[in-house]
T-cell receptor, first 114, second 118 residues
């Protein structure tokens, strides 16, 4: 089985712009979670999608949004980028999202905001 | 709210030796899961080992084992016969067993960077 894929792997944007990141889960997985990783704050949960519905959301401003498609692929969008949004964005997929099922992580998208 | 603390930002071990990484957590829940994840320099996060809170027996996966002290809320990772490929960031993580709402996600510690000396 192919692993979790994320595109693009690297991205450079300017303050004020918006960005869309994509995540393709492992085939058959219906839950996709997104995490932001920074040196200062570490790994922080953004949101989780299951069957095209946002089921769980972390403590991030409304500039961060996401969606999930019928094939379980997920996108996250960040509008009005700020310098502090520079981070590694990781997505993780699991069968249903229940704690008994392992979360498999993708390689991440490195976003740099200048 | 649950928290996870890793008090060792960096650790170093000689190849073939044993090293223990520390993790403490805080929770009022009785149903939860604990994990150790490994993130090598290539950045792909990999699950190393997991422990269900209701299980008294410590989890073991080949050279990796945990010391789960539920009363003390401690969850350390022991790596035996360390190999060069073990060099990575190691994250301790907590996940509530109460799935749904704001409790279904992983809560990570800040990580421990492990170096392995040849």
């Amino acid at each position: 089985k192919a692993g979790v894929t994320q595109t693009p792997r690297y991205l450079i944007k300017t303050r004020g712009q918006q960005v869309t990141l994509s995540c393709s889960p492992i085939s058959g997985h219906r839950s996709v979670s997104w995490y932001q990783q920074t040196p200062g704050q570490g790994l922080q949960f953004l949101f989780e999608y299951f069957s095209e519905t946002q089921r769980n959301k972390g403590n991030f401003p409304g500039r961060f949004s996401g969606r999930q498609f019928s094939n379980s692929r997920s996108e996250m969008n960040v509008s009005t980028l700020e310098l502090g949004d520079s981070a590694l964005y990781l997505c993780a997929s699991s069968l249903t999202g229940a704690p008994t099922y392992e979360q498999y992580f993708g390689p991440g998208t490195r976003l740099t905001v200048t | 709210a649950q928290t996870v603390t890793q008090s060792q930002p960096e650790m170093s071990v000689q190849e073939a030796e044993t090293v223990t990484l520390s993790c403490t957590y805080d929770t009022s829940e009785s149903d939860y899961y604990l994990f150790w994840y490994k993130q090598p320099p290539s950045r792909q996060m990999i699950l190393v080992i997991r422990q269900e809170a209701y299980k008294q027996q410590n989890a073991t996966e080949n050279r990796f084992s945990v010391n789960f002290q539920k009363a003390a809320k401690s969850f350390s990772l022991k790596i035996s016969d360390s190999q060069l490929g073990d060099a990575a960031m190691y994250f301790c993580a907590y996940r509530s067993g109460n799935y749904g709402g704001s409790q279904g996600n992983l809560i990570f510690g800040k990580g421990t960077k492990l170096s392995v000396k040849p």
